[in-house]
Structures are given as structure tokens and as C-alpha cells.
């Protein structure tokens, strides 16, 4: 994805609070969540209806008019927004000048109400409030997470807090004060220390006003006069309402947008935007769904990777004490050369040579304070320890072998992932195994039926494919038959495979692409060729105290197939709905 070179910031949101205000008076239609962070408001003006989006994604945040949006799942949220507002009237809309949160003011049969919208990063939100109770948000923040700011049902409702002036509330006099305080480069301060300036905008002040961005913000305190000019000339704008929206582009992509012309962005290619609302959307609309996919996706590679490291470490520790203890032998003859050459070992020595037993000298480290028997008796008590420890280093070994495999076929899977559900499902399963926090209550643990990718082979058989490792149990060992056939790329991570038999033999042609699947659906998924093992499901067993997804099997078979993306085959992840399966990650 492109790096975007503009943010949402207060100046944006004025110019797309003049937008809305076109459709006061307008009923609301159909409320509905095209994503979990996101909520659409249909506006059935005097044209055609559009969308009012509110995202309160924590690095695409937005609020802006958009076509119609299907919707998925509404959350308790948007049912409670569905049932309080379709049918109601748009009947004001207010954004306090330089801060990021807009006010929606709509009359409903049961009163007038207040939806908020708060674009603060992290802390963005939507809110619902009644008579200034909130009635219901998108995010609850309870006391627990936060003792400044409760936002939950039945709380009163408080704007965010304002720690800074804004733009409004300066003078010449008060600016040159402020940059006299800091030597942090000027740009940095001003969006710090001033309501409602991005790093763009402050930027684009500074450029206008011939200083230097990166140069020390009291150091530049004498050449105010021109920046308090910009800054007065960003208050008309924003007064006037003057918006001149722009799309700044690399190539044919958009990468930023403005509110007016940006002199520090005129080398990029632009154009006029016929709105704020179509130059924000345009920008950061590509950051949808696929964007957070892969942003989850990136975040669980990290996790996976980081425990991954650990165990590496561990390993080889363990393996450097299983080599230690492997010279156990030695002190066991170094203690009875000791006692045996006891009337040759100096008294204090720190170490004695002796004959060996082939008669090569032998230089054994001594403790002075000790005689050569105590000497001995310390040999032996090392000796006995780290004889006694080596069956333990053995079984701790096995088990990071074991971890790493787990934790090997997690990356698989999320790197074979195709929808936001799997990727919960693999947070979920993760956060059960104590390597993360256990997820929000936003995210939705995933039922304990098992939902696998279906697919229809040769003969009509069907074949099921694990998306995490405990769905891949599940299909084993719950949803598989005994004389089922299991399917699993050979010595690599990947998803267990079923191909359901109803008791009779399955054909070659279904085996074979059944194993197709399973080299697919695998770490080996980009090799020409994969070895697949298949046997009866009633020979495949799950080790007391294994981890997700890690089997033994026996009475297998292998075959050689080449993986190949299923595009041809229909796919059924249950409920009806079909799709074609990805290519590729």
C-alpha cells in the first residue's frame, strides 16, 4: 500500500462538515457496518441518497459522504443506531473550529439526539447521546481503562479534553512566546504545542512562511511576523469556509489530500477534487477491509515470530547442556583419580596432574580449601546432578521442538489466511496458548463448531480444510470419520485435510486432489512438486498434552502432487456461501 502524505486533521474535517451541512433536513435511511470499526448513515436528500461514513479505525479514521455501502454485521451498536435513527431528520451539524470531532444533531420519535464523532486516532469514537447521556458508542471505555474520560451507556457525556490553544485562541504576541519555550524543531512543535495543526498543516505554515521545518522552533522566534500572517490567513480559510479540496496522486494512485493547495506538496502530481469527501475517500478509502487484513495479518506475524525467536533461543541453550552433559564421564573419573591418587595431591593446590587410566596425564581443577577426598566428593555430587538432569534436558528439548513446530504452523496459517475471521480465530487460539493478551470484547471468539474451507473433488466427494490448528483438531478428531481420509503435506506446516468417504472407497482422481489441497493449503505451497501423506482418519492420534494441530499417524501412504490454487473447484465455507478460494497470499 502507498504512504499516504496527509492526514485527517481538523481543517479536513471543517471542509467536510460544510459538506454535510448540504443534507440537513434530509432523513436518515438505512444504518449499516461495512466493517467493525465502521458505521454508514444513508442520507435521503433532495438527489440521489449517499453515505455518511464514520470510520474509527486508530490510523484511517474518517468521517465523510461516500455512494451507498452494503453493510456486514451490526454490531449491539449499530442495531441500537438502526433502531434510534433510521426515519429520523438530520437536523444540524457542528464541528468546533480545529478540533476533530463532529456533532450530528438528529430529531427522532423519541427526542433529539446527538451522534458524535470523535477522529482522535487511538481514542476515535462514535458516540450516541441523549439529553447529554450517552446512550450507547462504537467503543466502550470503561474506568478501568480510562479515569479521565468514562465513555460507556448511562455516563455523561464529555468532549475529549483540550490540553493546547487553538489557532483561534492565539496572538502574535502569545505564538512568539510559544516557540521561545522549545529548541524541538519547529514543525514538531507547533503541531505539539497548537489545537488542531497535522504534521501537514504545520508544515505547509512553515513552508508558506519561508522558515525552516526542521530547524529549532526558538531559534526561529524573531521571524514570527510571517508565520502569524499563514496562521491568520488558515483561520479565514477555515471561517470563510474557502475549501479548494486537492488529491495529491503517485502515479495514478492517491496519496494525500488538502483542503487547499499544499506549496510543500506542489511537486507531486494533484488535482481538484469535486469534494473533500471524494479526495479523503478516494485516499484512504483504499485502506479498507484488505488494508486491515493485512495490517492483523502483519501484527500476528510479528507476535508469532517474536515467540518463535524465543524458542530458537531455548533450543540452543538446552542443546548446549545436552552437550555439557554428555562429558559426565569425566567427572566421574576425574573424582576417582582423586581419591585413588590421594597421597599425591597437594594440600591448597587449585589443580594436580595425574596419571589417567591409559596412563595420559590428566590435569583436574581443584578448590584449595578442600582435600583431595572433599575434592572427590564434589565431582561426584556434579556428576551425580548433571547425570540426573540429562533425561530432563532430553524432555525439555522435545518439548521446544514440539512449541516450534506449533508455532511454525501458525505462521502458515496466517500467512494463508483470507478473511478477517480467520485471522481472529488464529488471535483467539494464540491468545489461549498465553502467547497474547486475550483479544477484546469487539472480537468475537469463535464458535466452537467448526467452520472449514469445503471443497468438492472428483465424484462429488468433499473435502474439508483446518484454517487454524484448532479447527484442524476439531475436523480430526470430531468432524472426521474412522474411515475418513487425512491428508497432510509431509514434514512441513500445513492444514490438516479430511475427504470424507460415507464409508466407501474414494477413487484415485478425489485423493490426488485432495493432496493438492494439502500441498496448497502448506509451507510448501510455492514448490513444484510436495509429498503428501494420506492414511485412514482412525490412524491418526493426538499426543496426551500436544499442542494444537500436532499429530502422530501411522499406515501412510504418500504421494507426489504439485500444488495448484483450487480455481476451478467449488468452494463452500458452510451457510450457502460460495467463493473462490485466493491463489496466493
Known amino acids: 500500500m502507498p504512504r499516504v502524505v496527509t492526514s485527517f486533521d481538523s481543517v479536513v474535517l471543517a471542509a467536510i462538515a460544510r459538506e454535510i451541512g448540504a443534507f440537513v433536513g434530509s432523513r436518515i435511511g438505512r444504518v449499516t457496518q461495512p466493517d467493525p470499526e465502521e458505521v454508514a448513515i444513508e442520507l435521503r436528500g433532495r438527489t440521489a441518497p449517499v453515505s455518511l461514513l464514520v470510520s474509527i479505525h486508530a490510523r484511517w479514521g474518517r468521517v465523510h459522504l461516500i455512494e451507498r455501502l452494503t453493510g456486514g454485521d451490526l454490531s449491539t451498536f449499530g442495531l441500537l443506531l438502526r433502531s434510534r435513527l433510521e426515519g429520523a431528520r438530520l437536523t444540524a451539524v457542528h464541528q468546533t473550529p480545529f478540533e476533530r470531532v463532529l456533532r450530528l444533531a438528529v430529531d427522532t420519535l423519541e427526542g433529539s439526539v446527538d451522534l458524535v464523532a470523535e477522529i482522535m486516532g487511538r481514542h476515535s469514537n462514535l458516540i450516541l447521546v441523549q439529553n447529554g447521556i450517552i446512550t450507547g458508542s462504537l467503543k466502550t471505555v470503561p474506568p ?237 555430587k556434579r556428576y551425580k546432578r548433571v547425570r540426573d538432569a540429562r533425561a530432563t534436558l532430553a524432555s525439555r528439548l522435545s518439548e521446544a521442538e514440539a512449541e516450534r513446530a506449533y508455532l511454525e504452523s501458525v505462521l502458515t496459517l496466517i500467512a494463508q489466511a483470507t478473511t478477517a475471521g480467520d485471522l481472529a480465530d488464529l488471535r483467539w487460539e494464540l491468545a489461549d496458548e498465553s502467547y497474547l493478551r486475550r483479544p477484546t470484547r469487539r472480537l468475537t471468539r469463535p464458535s466452537a463448531k467448526s467452520q472449514p474451507r469445503r471443497f468438492a473433488v472428483e465424484g462429488g466427494r468433499l473435502v474439508l480444510v483446518g484454517r487454524t490448528n484448532r479447527e484442524n483438531d476439531a475436523l480430526t478428531f470430531k468432524t472426521a470419520a474412522p474411515e475418513d481420509v487425512w491428508l497432510h503435506a509431509r514434514g512441513v506446516p500445513g492444514a490438516h485435510v479430511i475427504l470424507k468417504t460415507d464409508g466407501k472407497a474414494p477413487p484415485e482422481g478425489a485423493i490426488r486432489q485432495a493432496a493438492a489441497l494439502a500441498a496448497f493449503f502448506s509451507q510448501a505451497r510455492e514448490e513444484a512438486s510436495v509429498p503428501v501423506d494420506y492414511t485412514r482418519r482412525k490412524y491418526v492420534r493426538k499426543p496426551q498434552g500436544a499442542k494444537p494441530g500436532l499429530v502422530t499417524y501411522t499406515h501412510e501412504q504418500t504421494l507426489r502432487v504439485s500444488p495448484a490454487a483450487p480455481d476451478a473447484w467449488v468452494v463452500d465455507r458452510g451457510g450457502g456461501h460460495k467463493e473462490r478460494p485466493h491463489s496466493g497470499t
Do not use: C
Not at 495543526?197 to 508558506?208: D, F, G
Not at 479565514?236 to 486537492?246: D, E, S
Not at 524458542?311 to 555439557?324: F, N, T, Y
Open 144 to 380: 478501568a481503562k480510562s479515569a479521565l474520560r468514562v465513555v460507556r451507556p448511562g455516563s455523561p457525556y464529555a468532549p475529549p479534553p483540550v490540553d493546547r490553544p487553538s489557532p483561534a485562541d492565539l496572538t502574535e504576541d502569545a505564538l512568539r512566546q510559544l516557540l521561545t519555550k522549545s529548541n524541538d524543531p519547529l514543525v514538531q512543535h507547533l503541531v505539539a504545542s497548537i489545537l488542531g495543526l497535522s504534521p501537514a498543516l504545520a508544515t505547509e505554515l512553515v513552508v508558506r512562511a519561508r522558515l525552516d521545518p526542521h530547524a529549532p522552533a526558538n531559534a526561529q522566534s524573531d521571524a514570527i511576523a510571517q508565520l502569524w500572517v499563514e496562521m491568520k490567513d488558515l483561520m479565514r480559510i477555515v471561517q470563510t469556509q474557502a475549501f479548494t479540496p486537492i488529491i495529491y496522486l503517485d502515479g495514478d494512485q492517491p496519496v494525500g489530500f488538502a483542503p487547499f493547495p499544499y506549496e510543500h506538496l506542489a511537486s507531486l502530481p494533484h488535482r481538484l477534487a469535486a469534494s473533500m469527501s471524494e479526495a479523503v475517500a478516494a485516499t484512504l478509502g483504499q485502506f479498507g477491509p484488505a488494508a486491515r487484513l493485512d495490517e492483523e495479518r502483519a501484527a500476528l506475524l510479528t507476535a508469532v515470530r517474536r515467540a518463535l525467536a524465543r524458542v530458537a533461543r531455548r533450543e540452543l541453550e538446552l542443546r548446549q547442556a545436552i552437550a555439557e552433559a554428555a562429558g559426565t564421564g569425566r567427572l566421574r573419573a576425574h573424582g576417582e583419580l582423586l581419591l585413588t591418587y590421594a597421597a599425591q595431591v597437594p594440600v591448597g593446590a587449585a589443580e594436580v596432574t595425574l596419571p589417567g587410566y591409559d596412563g595420559t596425564p590428566t590435569t583436574i581443577p581443584l578448590d584449595p580449601a578442600l582435600s583431595a577426598a572433599g575434592n572427590a566428593q564434589q565431582l561426584f
